[in-house]
T-cell receptor, first 110, second 113 residues
Framework: QKEVEQDPGPLSVPEGAIVSLNCTYSNSAFQYFMWYRQYSRKGPELLMY????GNKEDGRFTAQVDKSSKYISLFIRDSQPSDSATYLCAPNSGNTPLVFGKGTRLSVIA | EAQVTQNPRYLITVTGKKLTVTCSQN?????MSWYRQDPGLGLRQIYY???????DKGDVPEGYKVSRKEKRNFPLILESPSPNQTSLYFC????????????FGPGTRLLVL
């Protein structure tokens, strides 16, 4: 089993839809959970950062971590065309280099 | 402005011709990394450095070299590039251990003929 698995998509949704992006991981030592957003022809940038289990909300974005099932999610409410990007999950233990999911390409259609 | 810069942004070269991609950060970060990004394979770490003169291999180090002689600079060296090193390369830095935010450069697109 790969350390981090993420459905690559592509995912295409209409403007205003709720988007759910997901990753699974295998390492039970992971306790830092990050989502990076990468626009076309740009470097990734940190979008959401969660420590341990639970939810974290930031505007239209909610990151959710379920450590018991090793499952992490990113929800986008009221999606906008400007949300069109590739989203990469990066769970981490804090002691070893980051391992990124392969990324999910999202397109929000106006 | 706090940033990570890479040069060149685009490069076309031929097999075997040594090249260096420079990376510089102005945030006084301890950690720096090089990644390559390929379709279907995602972002994979090549090398990383936790401080000056301290470097270690990532997941795909074959065919690459790095050095960290100054805190702000972390060049990536391809001694003898091959076509399978055609890729999009990113440099990143972070202030501390791996739980910290990674700040990425704009990327270098390399084509090896």
């Amino acid at each position: 089993q790969k350390e981090v698995e993420q459905d690559p998509g592509p995912l295409s949704v209409p403007e205003g839809a709720i988007v759910s992006l997901n990753c699974t991981y295998s390492n039970s030592a992971f306790q830092y959970f990050m989502w990076y957003r990468q626009y076309s022809r740009k470097g990734p940038e940190l979008l959401m950062y969660t420590y341990s289990s639970g939810n974290k909300e930031d505007g239209r974005f909610t990151a959710q971590v379920d450590k018991s099932s090793k499952y992490i999610s990113l929800f986008i409410r009221d999606s906008q065309p400007s949300d069109s990007a590739t989203y990469l999950c990066a769970p981490n233990s804090g002691n070893t280099p980051l391992v990124f999911g392969k990324g999910t390409r999202l397109s929000v259609i106006a | 402005e706090a940033q990570v810069t890479q040069n060149p942004r685009y490069l076309i070269t031929v097999t075997g011709k040594k090249l260096t991609v420079t990376c510089s950060q102005n945030m006084n970060h301890e950690y720096m990394s090089w990644y390559r990004q390929d379709p279907g394979l995602g972002l994979r770490q090549i090398y990383y450095s936790m401080n000056v003169e301290v470097t270690d291999k990532g997941d795909v180090p074959e065919g690459y070299k790095v050095s960290r002689k100054e805190k702000r600079n972390f060049p990536l060296i391809l001694e003898s590039p091959s076509p399978n090193q055609t890729s999009l390369y990113f440099c990143a830095s972070s202030p501390g251990p791996w739980g910290e935010t990674q700040y990425f450069g704009p990327g270098t697109r390399l084509l090896v003929l």
